[in-house]
């Protein structure tokens, strides 16, 4: 496919080449390159200059028009900062804006009144609107004229004012443009004009063989962007399912790996509850046991303290029944021997 080529839409510069060239390319595409050079010249307002009166005439109307309708978009924001602006206007402008401001509130509020549905009053308020418009078209008129007289006070406001309303830039705008046109259509004689037209409808017509181009390039380019995103998709897709089966392969061994895990935990568990049973019989033999032990530690404490109680209780009848023995052999002794003296008494005493 062929591409568009940027030189095509070059016309003007690439003729104007083509006219340093006159060896190479002949005496037919310098002529061509002049007309061409002709019509562009004639394209761009600033080669266009007054050749007779009445054209001079029309285009200084014209632009005295431009002037009149850039002072006239000051106008209100000069009546906003009428204070501001009364220094640099001096009294009589100064009274002219006041004068204006009172017809334009005049206007505003009869604008804003409901219509009346007597006739003769409606007709007197139509009278009425009237009237103010005319007067304020020739208030506007005065100041016009009051600031065309004084150019330094024009410039100082085109200054200090600010910018302007876009629908008025836009209006004044076209009106430049219109000015521009006109010129051109002054300044066009029959010859050029048809020279003009030819040239238009080769530049259409290559714009259209360009646009054709573009058209076509813009179709390829976006084949080859669905392409690439089929591809970005199918990349992605392919990419996509890869993770998911690795994704799946992985939750398959941790599943595997969880019921291996799982399994043994279960038998472990079984086992632990095996076991706590057998502990919970032992726990109960053992307590028994301890319980017997205890039981039996208690009956031999018993037992001995019992005997420790005997044995006490034995050795202190033994005590006093040797202390008993030896005091009744003591006292048996003491009695024969008393018996034996009175005897000796008894004997000496025969003697």
């Not at 009428?82 to 334009?104: C, M, V, Y």
């Not at 039996?296 to 023995?325: D, H, N, P, S, V």
């Amino acid at each position: 496919m062929a591409t568009a080529n940027p030189t095509e839409l070059q016309v003007s510069s690439q003729d104007t080449k083509e006219s340093n060239q006159p060896l190479i390319m002949g005496i037919a595409t310098a002529k061509k390159a002049a007309t061409v050079l002709d019509a562009a010249k004639m394209l761009d307002p600033r080669w266009l200059k007054p050749d007779s009166i009445e054209t001079e005439w029309v285009i200084s109307v014209l632009d005295e028009t431009i002037a009149k309708l850039e002072l006239s978009c000051l106008v209100p924001p000069i009546l906003a900062s009428l204070d501001r602006f009364s220094a640099l206007l001096g009294p009589e402008i100064t009274k002219n804006l006041t004068e204006h401001q009172k017809l334009a509130s005049k206007m505003e509020h009869l604008l804003a009144s409901p219509e009346e549905e007597d006739a003769v009053r409606a007709e007197e308020r139509t009278v009425s609107l009237c009237l103010l418009e005319q007067q304020l078209k020739s208030s506007v008129r005065n100041i016009l004229r009051l600031l065309l007289a004084n150019p330094s006070i024009c410039k100082a406001l085109k200054c200090e004012a600010g910018t302007r309303e876009p629908p008025a830039e836009a209006f004044i705008k076209a009106f430049r443009e219109f000015r521009n046109f006109m010129l051109e259509r002054l300044l066009t004689n029959p010859t050029k004009e048809e020279e003009m037209v030819q040239f238009m409808e080769d530049v259409s017509l290559r714009i259209k063989k360009n646009t054709e181009t573009v058209t076509a390039s813009r179709a390829e380019l976006l084949a080859a962007i669905c392409t690439r995103d089929e591809e970005r998709k199918c990349r992605a897709e392919t990419e996509i399912l890869n993770w998911v089966q690795k994704y799946d392969a992985d939750m398959a061994e941790k599943q595997a790996e969880y019921e291996e895990v799982h399994a043994a935990y279960t038998k472990e568990k079984a086992e632990l509850s095996v076991l706590m049973e057998k502990h919970a019989l032992l726990l109960q033999e053992y307590s028994q046991i301890e319980e017997e032990r205890r039981i039996r530690q208690e009956k031999k404490k018993k037992a001995l303290e019992e005997l420790a109680t005997m044995t006490l209780a034995a050795t202190r009848i033994q005590a006093f029944w040797r202390g008993y023995l030896i005091r009744s052999t003591f006292k048996s002794k003491k009695k024969k021997k008393g018996k034996g003296k009175g005897k000796g008494k008894d004997t000496k005493a025969k003697k």
